[in-house]
């Protein structure tokens, strides 16, 4: 019920790229970004934080999309029950929205632990990449802020290698613990437990 009658309710609409302000009701001041949203913790608690702000939050994956949907509307609800009027979701390649977005339409972006494809013959399949910055530098507004976090060693030294070789961004030291502002992930609370140094990024658009 949740993926065939709330998903739909919640669902961007590519058609509306050009505009993606005019996706939500009320029109937000703002529009936010979320890459690979997992369980949603992150993104609902953006969403109830922010109501003047739109947010696309990204999954592909079932699971996820469900669990995301289970927070947002009560069991029996999935037809009716009312959705939040500043979240849109796209369960399909965040990077296809994101080129088909105007410049500048960003004014946050979130990548919040993501797969760290740790193979080097995978690394082409990670976010960020050499390939896709120039991509984010054109959608995120000069003076918009790409956030990241990692628990893997790989992916941490993979990005601090990628942001070191670019000017798109300015990027301070990361953080070891979550900085205030940040909302929680279940994937960050296991972190934790294991005892996984997290880093936090903060990449702020030039």
């Not at 009658?5 to 961007?12: A, C, D, Q, S």
């Not at 080129?99 to 399949?125: N, S, Y």
């Not at 909302?183 to 437990?193: G, I, L, M, N, W």
């Amino acid at each position: 019920m949740l993926l065939a009658e709330t998903l739909p309710r919640l669902r961007f609409d590519i058609a509306q790229a050009g505009d993606p302000l005019g996706a939500f009701a009320p029109r937000p001041r703002a529009l936010w970004f979320e890459v690979g949203f997992g369980g949603g913790e992150h993104a609902e608690a953006l969403a109830r934080a922010n109501p003047d702000i739109g947010l696309i939050a990204c999954e592909v994956f079932e699971t996820g999309i469900c669990s995301l949907l289970a927070k947002l509307v009560p069991e029996g609800g999935e037809v009716s029950a009312p959705v939040p009027g500043n979240l849109r979701l796209w369960d399909d390649d965040a990077r296809d929205l994101l080129r088909a977005l105007p410049d500048g339409a960003i004014e946050r972006l979130f990548l919040m632990f993501p797969d760290p494809w740790p193979k080097i013959r995978h690394a082409k399949r990670r976010f960020v990449h050499p390939a896709v910055l120039p991509e984010l530098a054109r959608v995120i507004a000069p003076g918009g802020i790409w956030r990241i976090a990692s628990d893997d060693p790989t992916y941490q030294a993979w990005v601090a290698g990628v942001l070191a070789g670019q000017d798109f961004f300015t990027v301070s030291p990361p953080d070891t613990a979550r900085p205030e502002g940040w909302p929680a992930t279940r994937y960050e609370a296991k972190a934790q437990v294991a005892g996984r140094t997290r880093l936090y990024w903060t990449c702020v658009r030039t």
